[in-house]
């Protein structure tokens, strides 16, 4: 019973690094999310899909790119890495029940730090 | 002004007190409301969702209030493994994106 499976867990990265990470849920969720979580300033939506083939913005887009070309996956890409960017990052995934979302089922998150 | 907004605390409060949380939305068309609690270092999972009649689940108390655009969260006889963050989130118009606030946190001590 896997739910949303966030990857890596922790990654440390210097200034300038490109990366990926990836998130996969087994719910067939239609809607996916990523957030980033920093201390005073709660979960804040980077983009966002609704389904396959599908991606949008969220409130805090800049230096982000995603993909979803799996139902099951959404990638969230940092191409050049700045220290503005360390932060935990959470995937979450809602099913849709009628014509919206609902709940968000949140992975464990991936601890990442720009040095 | 944020979309939602929650009094960061902590609150500190004694083992079987009684403790309430508000948080306030801006967008008076959002559909969906929701309490999520956060343990330290984990990810956020949901608490309860919160109807327009409220709804209560055990010691937990969520209500509503469209008018005023809030929503509250009340914890009845707190125990030490309430200590947590607890994080309002509503699903703004479109049902597509769920806004969390900063989140509350909640000491409940011996």
């Known amino acids: 019973n896997a739910g949303v499976t966030q990857t890596p867990k922790f990654r440390v990265l210097k200034t300038g690094q490109s990366m990926t990470l990836l998130c996969a849920q087994d719910m067939n969720h239609e809607y996916m999310y990523w957030y980033r979580q920093d201390p005073g300033m709660g979960l804040r939506l980077i983009h966002y899909?609704?389904?396959?083939?599908?991606?949008a913005k969220g409130e805090v887009p800049d230096g982000y790119n995603v993909s979803r070309l799996k139902k099951q996956n959404f990638l969230l890409g940092l191409e050049s890495a700045a220290p503005s960017q360390t932060s935990v990052y959470f995937c979450?995934?809602?099913?849709?029940?009628?014509?919206?979302?609902?709940?968000?089922?949140f992975g464990q998150g991936t601890r990442l730090t720009v040095v | 002004r944020k979309e939602v907004e929650q009094d960061p605390g902590p609150f500190n409060v004694p083992e079987g007190a009684t403790v309430a949380f508000n948080c306030t939305y801006s967008?008076?068309?959002?559909?969906?409301f929701f309490w999520y609690r956060q343990d330290c270092r984990k990810e956020p999972k949901l608490l309860m969702s919160?109807?327009?009649s409220g709804n209560e689940d055990g010691r937990f108390t969520a209500q509503l209030n469209r008018a005023s655009q809030y929503i509250s969260l009340l914890i009845r006889d707190s125990k030490l493994s309430d200590s947590a963050t607890y994080l309002c989130a509503v699903l703004a118009t479109g049902g597509f994106k769920t806004i969390f606030g900063a989140g509350t946190r909640l000491f409940v001590k011996a």
């Open positions: 919160v109807y327009s």
């Open positions: 899909s609704v389904g396959e083939g599908t991606t």
């Open positions: 967008n008076s068309a959002s559909q969906s």
């Open positions: 979450a995934s809602s099913p849709v029940r009628g014509p919206r979302s609902t709940e968000a089922f």
